[in-house]
Structure formats: C-alpha cells, structure tokens
C-alpha cells in the first residue's frame, strides 16, 4: 500500500464515521463488561446532539465511564408513544440521536423497535453501531449447532400461553434463542422438559461477559433439576437444540391421540386449538386428528 492509498484508506474512514445530522444511531452498549463499549460507539456517543436512553441511570453511568456528558431523552416501554414522538421532532429539525437501550443491541427485545420504524416512516436515515447481543454471544458460547437458529426473545403470558408457545416450536429443527428473567426459570425449564422431552441439550448462559459468567451445557432434565436446588440468578439466555428427525423421547410420543388432545384442553385450550397443535406437533393434518378421536370414541362406546 502506497502512502496515498493509505491517506485515501483513512479519509474514507473519516467520511464513514463522521456523525450526521437528522440520523438515527442505534448504538450497541456492553451486556455486563463496560470495557466491550467499542471505539465507533464512543465516538457517536460523544458527537450526536441527543441520546435517547432507556433507562437514562444506566446511561449515565456509562457515559461517566467513557467521559461523555450529552442532553438525553428517556426513552422506554411506558413512554415510548409521547418520547418517541418527541425524538422525531428532533431528528426532523436535523439534530442526531443516538439511541441506548439498557444493554447489548437496540432493537433486540426492547422498545428500540418502534422507534426504528417510526424513523424510517418519517423517511429518516437510520444507521448502526454493531457491538454486543447477549442472543448471539450465547449462541456463540452455547456448543450447539449455529448453523441455522431462531430468536423467540422472552416467552409471553400465562403459564398455558407460555406453553402454548411452547408447543407451536416443538418440531422446530433451528437451534431456539430464549431471553428469561431470574423469576421465570423454573417454570421455563419445566414447561421446556414437558413439551421437548427430558433428553433435549441445552445451553444455560447466564451474567454473559460478567464476573459470575457461566454456560451450563446440559439437558433440559439437567437443568432443571440444578435449578430445583439453586436458586436462579442474574440474567440469561437459554439455548435449546431443535428437535432432531426421529426424537421419539418427546412428552407426546407416549400418548394416544385422545390423551393428546385432552393434555391441552386440560390446559385450557379449546378443542379446535388442541386439535390444530395436536396436529402440529404430529406433523398430519387437522383431519387425521378429528378421525382419531371420532375412531378412538366409537370403539369405547
Ligand atoms: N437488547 C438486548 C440484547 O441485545 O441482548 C436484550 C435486551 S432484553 C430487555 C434483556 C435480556 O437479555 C435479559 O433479560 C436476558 O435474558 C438477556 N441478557 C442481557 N444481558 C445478559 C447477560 N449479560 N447475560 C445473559 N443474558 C443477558
């Protein structure tokens, strides 16, 4: 490389890394280690006019770390209508905002979605600063298969909806990515162990980049049983390998049809759904069920 070709190499890198005005940032902070704040978001953090913090303590406190003192806007779950609004404005009269959420990559299982989607309705350029995703560093960490996964985020509502979930993934052959808080684990696990069977590895990644960083590589009957004993603590992320062609130590392989459908009317689902997820989860038609039950009935009469 010629001296020139390296003058031009670092004009262009100016160019790229030069803050703009009316542009949305989404700046990826640490999940735990404040050192994985990269060069490039330092520099976005220091340059734009405002920043848009989830929770603007925590913002603070990482500001501090990097000696950056920026006018910021609390943007979160609860305000995210009002604020997110507010943000536009700003970014329509040509000032730069960076957005934080609380940790890892905006966007990623956090209101930074429908700030996104409102900037690019308001035809605003939107750009990234990539760095940390608690998702993609358990994956990375987890020894299962990378090759091709999903991303499930936290499991939603009640017990039968979590369950509910659940089952719609049981014969999901991607790797599955799950976000879970402390409170829920135990209930995870077990719903996990009733819907994939007992045998199905799985990655328990919990304080990622953190002093108390651990990976449990185990089963989900492994986990479980740890987690009955131990008390969960901190954050984490399960992973859970996909179900394999010819698994056959699931939960429902040791039933009949009927007793299938009856698990999730039981659980409060309506016949319709029961039989819908039944057939799902056994990979035939709606019909083949209605015929079972009408066939298993007969016979009993
Ligand atoms: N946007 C973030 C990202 O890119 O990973 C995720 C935000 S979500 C609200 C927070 C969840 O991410 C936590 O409840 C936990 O499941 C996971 N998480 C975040 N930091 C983590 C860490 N250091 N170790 C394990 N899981 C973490």
Known sequence: MTMEDSKMNMKDREDKNAVLASTLYLVSTPIGNLSDLSERAVKVLSEVDIIAAEDTRNTMKLLSFSGISKPMISYHEHNKRESGGRIIEELLAGRSCALVTDAGTPAI???????????????????????????????????????????????????????????????????????????????????????????????????????????????????????????????????????????????????????????????GLSVMDAVKQTARDRGVAKSVIYKEIHNSKNESD
Do not use: W
């Open 109 to 267: 299982s956090d209101p930074g979605e429908d700030l996104v989607r409102l900037a690019t309705e308001n035809n605003i350029n939107v750009t990234s600063i990539p760095g940390p995703c608690a998702a993609i560093t358990a994956l990375s960490l987890s020894a299962l298969s990378t090759r091709r996964f999903v991303f499930e985020g936290f499991l939603e509502g009640t017990r039968n909806q979590r369950l509910q979930r659940l089952s719609e993934l049981k014969n999901e052959g991607r790797t599955i990515i799950f976000y879970e808080a402390p409170h829920n684990m135990r209930q995870t696990l077990e719903l996990m162990c009733e819907t994939f069977g007992n045998k199905r590895r799985t990655a328990i990644c919990r304080e990622l980049t953190k002093i108390n960083e651990e990976v449990m590589r185990t089963t989900l009957s492994g986990a479980l049983e740890y987690y009955t004993v131990n008390e969960p603590r901190g954050e984490y992320v399960i992973v859970l390998d996909g179900a394999q062609p010819g698994d056959d130590d699931s939960f429902f392989s040791h039933m009949s049809v009927a007793e299938h459908v009856e698990y999730y009317t039981s659980a």
